[in-house]
Structures are given as structure tokens and as C-alpha cells.
């Protein structure tokens, strides 16, 4: 019997089963800031074929539990103080270390390659927006969020968790607001797809902005369709 179907949630598939996330990034459907959504919706809207979809999710998924590949986090079950500290030991750390970096590299390209590819000053602003935009949102969870959620842990304080839920609407617009820029960063590198006059540089920027997408979007999935859902959770 199969165990998914085109009307469950998006995100509800990716935290039952996270590998699910390789088959959506292969088909483009938005499964952090649109993990709410039913995938019938995101399939009609890209015009996929159904049974093909839901054929590869429920294949992957067999494989997945006959070979025991099941050793992923359940981070629904896991205790909140260990999720957060999950999603800045790898999704935070990472992008502290890393958009420096990438940052440099956008700006190399532009200057070697901006005369033949004009796309590549949209690719740099773009860049540099998120850079921004992210910089301002991983301290607001840093110093606001993640501490209300420990000091809720540990005195069951209501305040704590109201001051840990609060913020959430807020960030859920960032996070939206991020995974558009994702997404026209797409549009503007037609799929990341490197130029035959290409350098070795221009490959290497190129790999680092899809590697980037892809800690977001995990980054993303974990906090819209599992933490947050937990803290309102708790307020019932």
C-alpha cells in the first residue's frame, strides 16, 4: 500500500519522510515556504504527471524502509532544545560561514564575466539582498526566538512561549520572502546552467549558490513545518 497520496500536505510528506525533499527539489515544488499546500495543487500548477510523481515518492520510500535507511532524526519527537540546536550547529553555522564566501565569488564573476553576461549583475544584487535579508533574520532567531524556546524548556514559563510564538508570523514572512529570491536566482541563472565561456570560478559560484538553496530549504522545512507547528502545539 502506498504512503503518500497527492492530497496530503507538502511538508507533512518531507517530515514523514525528509528524502522526500530530493524528489521535490528534482520537480521544483516548493516544499518549505509552500510545505503547506496539498501536492495535487503544486503538481496541476507545474503540470506534472501525478502517478509519476507519487510513483517516485512512494518507490523511494519502499526502498528507503526495505534497506533500513532509517537512522534521520525524527525531529517531530525530538526534545525542542535538541531541534534548535540542530538548526544552528548546521543550518546557521553554515550560512555564517559560507555566504562570505559565495558573496566574494559573485563578485569575482561580475567583474570577470559581467561584460558578456549581464545576467550576472542581477545575480549579484540578488545574492547580496539575501545575504542581507538572512544576516538580519538568523540573529532575530538567535537572540529572540531559540532563547524563549530554551527558557520555556526549562521554567514552562508562558511568557517564554508567547514570546517564542510571537516572532513566528514574522518569521514565516522572511522565510517567504528568502525562498522568492531562491527562486528568481533560479529563473535569472536559467537553473544554474554555466556558460560555455564559463570559468572554473564561474562553475564553483554556481555550485555554492544551489548548494546554498538547498540548506535553506531544509532550513526552512524545519522550522515552518515542524518547529513552529510544535510551539502552538504547546498552547493548546
Known amino acids: 500500500m502506498n504512503k503518500f497520496n497527492s492530497s496530503q500536505k507538502i511538508g507533512e510528506i518531507v517530515t514523514k519522510f525528509p528524502k522526500a525533499a530530493e524528489i521535490f527539489k528534482e520537480y521544483k515544488i516548493d516544499f ?16 506534472l504527471n501525478e502517478a509519476e510523481v507519487l510513483n517516485k515518492l512512494n518507490n523511494l520510500y519502499e526502498n528507503y524502509e526495505k534497506h533500513l535507511y532509517s537512522n534521520d ?27 562570505p564566501k559565495i558573496g566574494e565569488l559573485t563578485t569575482t564573476i561580475l567583474r570577470v ?32 526566538q531559540y532563547p524563549a524556546i530554551r527558557g520555556y524548556v526549562e521554567s514552562k514559563s508562558e511568557k517564554d512561549l508567547d514570546n517564542a510564538i510571537k516572532i513566528i508570523k514574522e518569521l514565516e514572512e522572511e522565510h517567504t520572502g ?27 559560484t ?4 544551489q548548494e546554498m538553496e538547498s540548506d535553506i530549504f531544509q532550513h526552512i522545512h524545519l522550522e515552518n513545518n515542524i518547529l ?7 498552547k493548546k
Open 113 to 144: 564575466h559581467g561584460q558578456n553576461h549581464p545576467e550576472l549583475s542581477k545575480v549579484h544584487k540578488l545574492f547580496n539582498t539575501i545575504k542581507m535579508e538572512l544576516e538580519s533574520h538568523l540573529s532575530k532567531e538567535e537572540t529572540t
Open 206 to 209: 554556481y555550485a555554492k549558490l
Open 228 to 234: 513552529f507547528p510544535r510551539l502552538y502545539a504547546l
Open 178 to 204: 528568502a525562498g522568492d529570491i531562491l527562486k528568481e536566482l533560479r529563473v535569472v541563472t536559467n537553473d544554474y546552467e554555466v556558460p560555455a565561456d564559463g570559468c572554473n570560478t564561474f562553475k564553483l
Open 32 to 47: 518549505c515556504c509552500g510545505g503547506d499546500r496539498q501536492l495535487i495543487i503544486a503538481i496541476k500548477e507545474k503540470n
Open 73 to 99: 532524526k525524527n525531529w517531530t519527537e525530538a526534545p525542542l532544545e535538541e531541534l534548535i540546536d540542530h538548526i544552528i550547529n548546521k543550518h546557521h553555522a553554515y550560512l555564517w560561514a559560507e555566504m
